[in-house]
């Protein structure tokens, strides 16, 4: 197993509308993240993703680039994230940017000119297709359902044909086919950034960019609508492994380049290694979603399911255990920006439990093999929006057109309208959007504005980084002493091996990590309630850490009570 920088480090998520606002206009900009610097570096961060800062009109929190080589101006300019890029080397710490090239904003000019005539020499940059029609009329060129609702298809009148589009109708979907598009992102959302400094990239959608080209429709599943999930076909196109070898053989790999790519719809092992083996060539990490979905429901997010924890120690010990005797590399994490709060979603954010289980899921994730990430706000265990906020503070596309499509379907039907918003409630992406909390002050100390782009959550005046940086028993603390732990113990914790025990214990996670000359035992209780201690788990054993005070030997486990043995 190679050493390399982007297996020890631990690495942090910026989101930066919702981070620090740094001019008083109520939204998170790039100087605020410069500011908060040394806070980051306390943690002992070694490397931080910045989720997308570039110029963009905003359908899709900027997901959505209408200028790769520019800022979002409400974020600041090109000479502010250089600013952030020297902050972050300067202090020995590495940072990293998204790389969004699935698709661009509509209003990106390749798009303008795409759509601008067929005899454009951009026209075939993006994904065009005739219309089918059925008795006389017209229809998309197949089923397929978007990410955000409705079909993938849009119809343009100028050009008389539809345009792809697999998220949002103002993200169409890039051409990877065409030779001169690559080029292009590598040119200017690549080398422009690797030639400024950044170390890489957090690459969107990353198993997208190759389309069936013959566009087969789905299988109905959905009577109610004309549109089929359909992501088996969207996603591990044809020529998938082919265009990512080129972008690496081109571009990183003439960087000393970290890359993880988001890796949804792969369930197989094999298949995943194929994108991330060091000897395919292409990607180096992966974001694989099991954990993070795990409580999605048959029909969609918005209905979720209850799970049993051994579900979740299947899907762990998975994802934990394929890099097994291969040059592969994993990544362990529990939350991102389209994610709900981890202490909401697998924890308790009753406020009992709340700090306890944030503190639990931390021995989690800096216990395991591979990459560990921590999203903003985790680190003080941050929880979900409260049950009583209405609709009208949620402002993800993906939540509210679901929300506005379930509206329509049922004409407004009450009852389905509070079914959805219980499963929005857990599952929403705008959870994890919610301005940090700094500290007690109006706004959490977030913005000096009176009002922030995202309401702040109610509870800032007893979960905020101030406070906790100043209490030893704070989650805060609790997440500084692991990932100093974690660096202590890296043969152990970051490259040890995993195994579960007592895998059918539905209450109590436990898990051996394993090294030449060192083995810990980890034992997490996932409820509420205590549990008994297998005890012969741990014969001969000492507790090294737990997240209640005092390293309790006791043969009962309090509730969401996490401790490793050594
Ligand atoms: O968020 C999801 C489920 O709620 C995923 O289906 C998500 O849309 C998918 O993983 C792709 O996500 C990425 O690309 C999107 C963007 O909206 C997400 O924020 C980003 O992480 C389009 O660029
Ligand atoms: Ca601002």
């Given at each position: 197993?190679?050493?390399e920088?982007?297996?020890?480090?631990?690495?942090?998520?910026?989101y930066p509308?919702?981070?620090k606002?740094?001019n008083?206009?109520g939204?998170?900009?790039?100087?605020?993240?410069t500011?908060?610097?040394?806070?980051?570096?306390?943690?002992?961060?070694?490397?931080?993703?910045?989720?997308?800062?570039?110029?963009?009109?905003?359908?899709?929190?900027?997901?959505?680039i209408?200028?790769?080589?520019?800022?979002?101006?409400q974020?600041?300019?090109?000479?502010?994230?250089d600013?952030l890029i020297?902050?972050c080397?300067?202090?020995?710490?590495?940072?990293?940017?998204?790389?969004?090239v699935n698709?661009?904003?509509h209003?990106?000019?390749?798009?303008?000119?795409s759509?601008?005539?067929k005899?454009?020499?951009?026209h075939?940059w993006?994904?065009w297709?005739?219309?089918?029609y059925?008795?006389?009329?017209?229809?998309?060129p197949?089923n397929?359902?978007?990410?955000f609702g409705?079909?993938?298809?849009?119809?343009?009148?100028?050009?008389?044909?539809?345009?792809?589009?697999?998220?949002?109708?103002?993200?169409?979907?890039l051409?990877?086919?065409n030779?001169?598009?690559?080029?292009?992102?590598y040119n200017?959302a690549m080398?422009?950034?690797?030639?400024?400094g950044?170390?890489?990239?957090?690459i969107?959608?990353?198993?997208?960019y190759?389309?069936r080209?013959?566009?087969?429709d789905a299988?109905?599943?959905?009577?109610?609508?004309?549109?089929q999930p359909?992501?088996?076909l969207?996603?591990?196109?044809?020529?998938m492994?082919?265009f990512?070898?080129?972008?690496?053989?081109?571009?990183?790999s003439?960087?000393?380049?970290?890359?993880?790519?988001?890796l949804?719809?792969?369930?197989?092992?094999a298949h995943v290694?194929?994108?991330?083996s060091?000897?395919?060539c292409?990607?180096?990490?992966?974001f694989?979603?099991?954990?993070?979905f795990?409580?999605?429901?048959?029909?969609?997010?918005?209905?979720?399911?209850?799970?049993?924890?051994?579900?979740?120690?299947?899907?762990?010990?998975?994802?934990?255990?394929?890099?097994?005797?291969?040059?592969?590399w994993?990544?362990n994490f529990?939350?991102?920006?389209?994610?709900?709060?981890?202490?909401?979603?697998?924890?308790?954010?009753?406020?009992?439990?709340?700090?306890?289980?944030?503190?639990?899921?931390?021995?989690l994730?800096?216990?395991l093999?591979?990459t560990?990430?921590?999203?903003?706000?985790?680190e003080?265990?941050?929880?979900?929006?409260?049950?009583?906020?209405p609709?009208?503070?949620y402002?993800?596309?993906?939540?509210?057109?679901?929300?506005?499509?379930?509206?329509?379907?049922?004409?407004?039907?009450?009852v389905?309208?509070?079914e959805?918003?219980?499963g929005?409630?857990?599952t929403a992406?705008d959870?994890?959007?919610?301005?940090?909390q700094?500290n007690?002050?109006?706004?959490?100390?977030?913005?000096?504005?009176?009002?922030?782009?995202?309401?702040v959550?109610?509870?800032?005046?007893?979960?905020?980084?101030?406070q906790?940086s100043e209490?030893?028993?704070?989650v805060?603390?609790f997440?500084k002493s692991?990932?100093?732990?974690?660096?202590?113990?890296?043969?152990?914790?970051?490259?040890?091996?995993?195994?579960i025990?007592d895998?059918?214990?539905?209450a109590?996670l436990?898990?051996?990590?394993?090294?030449t000359?060192?083995?810990a035992?980890?034992?997490l209780?996932?409820?509420?309630?205590?549990?008994?201690?297998?005890?012969?788990?741990?014969?001969d054993m000492?507790?090294?850490?737990?997240?209640y005070?005092?390293?309790?030997?006791?043969?009962v486990?309090k509730?969401?009570?996490g401790?490793?043995?050594?």
């Amino acid at each position: 197993m190679t050493k390399e920088w982007w297996k020890e480090g631990v690495v942090y998520q910026i989101y930066p509308s919702s981070f620090k606002d740094s001019n008083g206009d109520g939204i998170g900009d790039i100087p605020g993240i410069t500011s908060e610097l040394d806070y980051i570096k306390s943690l002992g961060v070694d490397i931080i993703w910045v989720s997308p800062f570039y110029k963009s009109p905003q359908y899709d929190m900027g997901y959505d680039i209408s200028d790769y080589q520019d800022v979002y101006e409400q974020y600041g300019t090109v000479e502010d994230v250089d600013a952030l890029i020297q902050g972050c080397h300067d202090r020995g710490m590495r940072i990293i940017f998204d790389l969004v090239v699935n698709h661009t904003s509509h209003l990106h000019p390749w798009f303008q000119e795409s759509a601008s005539s067929k005899n454009n020499p951009k026209h075939d940059w993006y994904i065009w297709r005739p219309a089918r029609y059925i008795n006389g009329e017209r229809h998309p060129p197949c089923n397929w359902r978007g990410f955000f609702g409705g079909s993938v298809w849009e119809w343009d009148d100028n050009i008389g044909e539809y345009y792809l589009h697999l998220f949002a109708k103002e993200q169409p979907d890039l051409n990877w086919d065409n030779p001169d598009v690559r080029q292009a992102i590598y040119n200017d959302a690549m080398r422009f950034w690797l030639d400024k400094g950044v170390d890489g990239f957090r690459i969107d959608t990353v198993n997208m960019y190759s389309k069936r080209l013959d566009f087969p429709d789905a299988p109905v599943v959905e009577p109610d609508t004309p549109w089929q999930p359909a992501y088996d076909l969207i996603c591990n196109g044809p020529r998938m492994h082919e265009f990512l070898r080129e972008m690496n053989y081109e571009v990183l790999s003439k960087y000393d380049a970290m890359t993880v790519g988001e890796l949804p719809h792969t369930p197989d092992p094999a298949h995943v290694l194929g994108y991330i083996s060091a000897s395919a060539c292409q990607l180096q990490q992966v974001f694989q979603m099991d954990l993070v979905f795990l409580d999605f429901g048959e029909r969609s997010k918005y209905y979720p399911r209850k799970w049993a924890l051994t579900e979740f120690k299947e899907a762990l010990e998975k994802w934990q255990c394929f890099i097994e005797g291969n040059d592969g590399w994993t990544t362990n994490f529990l939350e991102n920006h389209d994610t709900g709060r981890s202490v909401s979603r697998y924890g308790s954010d009753d406020p009992r439990f709340a700090a306890l289980s944030a503190k639990m899921l931390a021995v989690l994730l800096t216990t395991l093999t591979g990459t560990t990430y921590v999203y903003q706000g985790q680190e003080i265990g941050m929880v979900n929006a409260p049950k009583t906020w209405p609709i009208e503070e949620y402002k993800d596309i993906e939540t509210l057109n679901y929300y506005n499509e379930v509206k329509q379907i049922t004409g407004g039907d009450k009852v389905a309208l509070e079914e959805v918003m219980r499963g929005i409630q857990l599952t929403a992406r705008d959870h994890n959007r919610l301005p940090f909390q700094w500290n007690a002050n109006a706004n959490a100390g977030f913005t000096s504005s009176a009002k922030s782009w995202m309401r702040v959550h109610d509870n800032y005046g007893v979960v905020n980084a101030t406070q906790q940086s100043e209490d030893p028993s704070s989650v805060l603390s609790f997440w500084k002493s692991m990932i100093r732990l974690r660096k202590q113990y890296s043969e152990l914790f970051v490259h040890g091996s995993f195994t579960i025990c007592d895998f059918e214990n539905e209450a109590v996670l436990s898990y051996v990590k394993e090294e030449t000359n060192k083995r810990a035992l980890v034992v997490l209780n996932f409820t509420d309630k205590p549990q008994e201690l297998n005890l012969k788990l741990v014969k001969d054993m000492t507790v090294l850490v737990s997240n209640y005070s005092g390293k309790s030997m006791e043969p009962v486990l309090k509730p969401f009570e996490g401790r490793i043995y050594i």
